[in-house]
């Protein structure tokens, strides 16, 4: 069986054109992924029907999973898309630019030299900060791949620390008669929770040759090794950081992590799958239904690649799939009619792990930026190379714990 006559014709060309895409292009991408899970049902309700009568076939079943990662692929492909679409919305079409500044920057980046204009980005310790389009550059690229900055609410702040009260409650109350006493009630309690910081660096190098190249595009190529290491650092520390130098992920927050007891609404609450080493249809619906319906409105499912591939070939009571592809360009994938996110930090689908997050990210997480990228330019250390020590500090933590649920990979409710 030739396995490329399971793909439908022309996917992989528009898959190749995705990075650069026209309307035209995303629309046939979202029209591709439709055609791709029509084939890919027909396929597996061949494969289940085949195994009801005792006829499994390990040719046929190859053929569906083909299938079913070239979906996943292409879906890739548009959530890549959606999230450029999602940064440009977030950061909005206009540069802000100080010309001045920005030419001494450049100077000082290719030749070492010290202007009169550079002095405004001067830090105490010495360093220089990044003219406010290099740093926007910087901060657009991280939305774009980091999945969390997408999902959660990102705080610019400019001091040192944060530190969130939570109201506990308590108040109390009474009825009384018009000419009673009115003795004091009990006053509700507050608590606090810090945000762990840590400082993410880059330190890549180029030589004062590449930097007197004027073909070369110095402040790209840096912004581009700035981005693929602090995008690295970051996705693993928002969702599973432990928090010493770093901050505190997401997952450490749920029932059984590190931070299950730090904050004051208590953990994130954890649903089991439904079976000991993989994901059930009524696993799924025990995890929407188990979140408040105040914060299902904006809830969604962040999972990896390979849960979402087990998820695909779910059905209901019904016989609908859950999973259901993205009809409209910049609207994402579907898990039970609600938004999936494809997050390569979650874990695989094992006994005892936590394979999706379903809630309000938005409500639950918050991730800190310190304003200002720094970048020190030193042509010493190791010659012939000019190295750029680029530090930006970032902190992050659950700010609130009820609108999120956990799916755990277990049996039993």
């Known amino acids: ?24 292009e995303i629309k046939a991408l979202v029209e591709g992924i439709n055609q791709a899970f029509e084939t890919f049902k027909a396929e597996h309700n061949q494969q289940l029907e085949a195994i009801k009568q005792g006829n499994a076939d390990a040719l046929q079943a190859l053929k569906v999973e083909r299938i079913n990662d070239e979906i996943s692929e292409l879906q890739a492909s548009l959530d890549k898309i959606h999230l450029q679409i999602a940064s440009a919305q977030m950061q909005g079409g206009e540069k ?7 030419e001494a920057f450049r100077a000082h980046f290719a030749k070492g030299d010290v202007q009169a204009s550079l002095n405004k980005g001067a830090a105490e310790e010495g360093g220089y900060l990044a003219p406010v389009e290099w740093d926007r550059t910087i901060t657009d690229r991280l939305v774009e791949v980091s999945a969390m900055r997408q999902l959660a609410t990102v705080q610019p702040v400019s001091g040192a620390g944060f530190t969130k009260l939570f109201n506990m409650g308590g108040t109390a109350s009474g009825w009384v008669g018009e000419t009673d006493q009115r003795p004091e009630t009990a006053t509700s309690k507050l608590a606090s929770l810090g945000f762990n910081w840590g400082e993410i660096y880059a330190n890549p190098a ?31 520390a928002f969702w599973s950081g432990n928090g010493d130098k770093k901050p505190s992920g997401i997952l450490t927050y749920v029932t059984g992590g590190t931070n299950a ?27 929407v239904y188990d979140l408040p319906a105040a914060f299902t409105p904006n809830a969604r499912f962040a999972l990896n690649r390979r849960s979402l591939g087990v998820i695909r070939k779910l059905k209901d009571g ?24 494809e997050t390569p930090d979650m874990p695989d689908v094992a006994a005892n792990s936590i394979a999706a997050l379903f809630g309000d990210f938005k409500r639950t997480y918050l991730v800190l930026d310190r304003k200002g990228v720094r970048v020190l330019r ?8 000019v190295m750029f020590y680029t530090t930006k500090r970032v902190g992050g933590g659950v700010m609130n714990t009820e609108p999120m649920r956990a799916l755990k990979i277990a049996a039993g409710a």
């Open 1 to 24: 069986m030739n396995m490329k006559n399971s793909i439908p014709r022309g996917l992989m060309s528009v898959r190749a054109e995705a990075s650069n895409p026209s309307q035209g």
């Open 96 to 102: 802000l630019q100080d010309k001045d500044y920005s």
């Open 206 to 236: 180029a030589t004062q040759g590449m930097l007197d190249d004027a073909e070369i595009d110095a402040e790209a190529w840096l912004a581009g090794e700035v981005q693929t290491e602090f995008s690295k650092q970051e996705g693993a």
């Open 261 to 287: 007891a730090k904050h004051p609404f208590g953990a994130i609450k954890v649903v089991n799958s439904g079976a000991a080493a993989t994901i059930t249809s009524d696993g799924l619906l025990d995890l």
């Open 318 to 341: 019904q016989g609908n799939y859950l999973w259901q592809p993205s009809y409209v360009a910049g609207q994402p994938s579907t898990i039970l009619g609600f938004a999936a996110s």
């Open 378 to 385: 030193d042509p010493y250390t190791n010659k012939p190379y």
